[in-house]
């Protein structure tokens, strides 16, 4: 009979997994260090920010001799610095000293660094410096051309030899990396925005939400959606050629509330009055709320339409609400709702006050994308040729579920985020806007 051969038993001791402690991880813009394994026998050189480390260690311990400094150094649990006595009596030397405390000033990356940055002209690359980070101010990007002008123009200015001008673009790697500078994407228009004029719609939304309560303040917003998009990147072992997208849209209305509580079914508009997905039966006979026109955008008809029956819904639960929308020409409507107080946002504003704007609306089309491709490894499994295929009803279908699935949780945040909401009253205007609370006419007096 043939023996089974069996597994030696793990001692107890041993654990299946040596997980690092995540709870440790050094912050984002931490300095570099050459901190290495206790156990660690091998030498490296140590950064600017370790010998720094070094030398406040001695200078707290005057007592200690430096054998038992290189000693303690070497034994650290979190991470041994190793070097020898003859390195540590040469930077405490007096002069040393003075240029470890000069060089922690040079540049921005100064603390991660373990050798000296040569520069031959410090105040060129000091003017250089100043001037992108003038540039950032004002809300402009600078590129490596840009860099090599002004640096040329600078020279100039400061009268700089021609055999310690800089040539070419080399240089500019070096300097970007000792000022910790990095490409940047520019993302939307905000920049194009007047902050000050952020903070007075902030202040100015803010008060006149505070006067609602929570479950009362409303956000109202539309979004552009490619329903029958596909990933267009993923995991593969080479390059893989893409396929052409369906560029069909649809336009997506979302409601909710500040705390999460309450959201409205999501408004559908598209072009087809009847798809034909539909098979003869209505929207509304299918759970949705869907209108249609040539271009498939909101109109100041259907969100009159739509802000009718969510004014009726509001009275007859005896809620008077705050619905914020932004100063679009399609929420232009001729009825005036009786529980429903419309406030719209400044124009070019909305990116920064609009909750939905903040990432509600992001998490949606995240879990829709989710959805679509957990429907394509199906598909898959199944033998269908083309996974992603779906029509129009099935990807109304992802979009409700997928706009259920949005967390309480995210709203809140959202709401928080977007800075027109808060536990706190507006300054000095604690007593009146308690008061306002307190009676059953809240909507008149804010009116």
Known sequence: MVEEKRRKPRPPTQKPYARKNKDAQKPKDAPKTSAQPAKSNSRANLTLHDWLTVVAFVNAHPAMSQAAIVQHFATLADGALLFSQAALSRKLKPDMRAELDRRSHDHANALSSKHVRVVTRPDVDRALILWVRHMEGKGEVVNGPMLSAKRANFEEAFKVPAEERLKGDGWIQSFC???????????GEAGSVDLKSVEAEHLRVYRLLYAFHPRDRWNFDETSFFVFATPDRGLATQKMSGKKQNKFRLSLGFACNSDGSEKRPAFFIGKSKQPRCFKGRTATSLGF?????????????FFEEWIQKFDVDMRLQNRRICLTVDNFSGHSISYTPQNIKLEFFEPNLTSFVQPLDQGIIRCF??????ELCIRALELDEAGEEDIYKLDLLEAMVLARRAWREVTAETMANCWKHSGIVGDKPPQGEETILALFRSTSDLFESIL
């Open 177 to 187: 990396k000792a000022h910790k500078l990095k490409e940047q994407r520019r993302h």
């Open 289 to 301: 709320y869907y209108r249609n026109n040539k271009t498939s955008w909101m109109t100041s008809e």
């Open 365 to 370: 089309k995240a879990i829709y994308r989710r």
